[in-house]
C-alpha cells in the first residue's frame, strides 16, 4: 500500500527554523495534492499549507510569510520549510497526500485514495 515517512521535527528556539520532509513510497502513480496539517493539544487538526501538482498553494493565515512548501514530483516528496518560529507553531505535525493513484497489480486496476503520515512532533520553546 501507500506509506507516508515525515522527517524534521523537533525543538526548536523562538525565531528558529526547522525543515520536514515527508516522503511517499508504494505502488503509486500520482498523487495530487501534498500538504501538511498540524494538531496541538486539545485541538483540532488545521491545515497548514498545501501543494497540487500544477505548484498552486494554499497557506494557513498563520504561516504566511514564514513556511514555505514545495515538493519534487519525481520524487514524491513534499517539504514545509518553516522559519521565524513561534511557540504557538507547537504542535504534531502530519503530512497528507490527496487524489492518490495508486496501482493493484495483482487485479490490474488502480484505484484512488487521500492518505496521512505517522506526525512529526515540532516543540518551539526557549
Known amino acids: 500500500q501507500v506509506q507516508l515517512v515525515e522527517s524534521g521535527g523537533g525543538l526548536v528556539q523562538p525565531g528558529g527554523s526547522l525543515r520536514l520532509s515527508c516522503a511517499a513510497s508504494?505502488?503509486?502513480?500520482?498523487?495530487?495534492?501534498m500538504g501538511w496539517y498540524r494538531q496541538a493539544p486539545g485541538k483540532q487538526r488545521e491545515l497548514v499549507a498545501g501543494?497540487?501538482?500544477?505548484?498552486?498553494?494554499n497557506y494557513a493565515d498563520s504561516v504566511k510569510g514564514r513556511f514555505t512548501i514545495s515538493r519534487d514530483n519525481a520524487k514524491k516528496t513534499v517539504y514545509l520549510q518553516m522559519n521565524s518560529l513561534k511557540p504557538e507553531d507547537t504542535a504534531a505535525y502530519f503530512c497528507?497526500?490527496?487524489?492518490?493513484?495508486?496501482?493493484?497489480?495483482?487485479?490490474?486496476?488502480?484505484?484512488?485514495?487521500?492518505?496521512w503520515g505517522q506526525g512529526t512532533q515540532v516543540t518551539v520553546s526557549s
Open positions: 508504494g505502488r503509486i502513480f500520482s498523487i495530487y495534492t
Open positions: 497528507n497526500a490527496e487524489g492518490v493513484i495508486v496501482i493493484d497489480d495483482l487485479l490490474g486496476r488502480t484505484s484512488i485514495g487521500d492518505f
Open positions: 501543494m497540487d501538482t500544477g505548484g498552486r498553494t
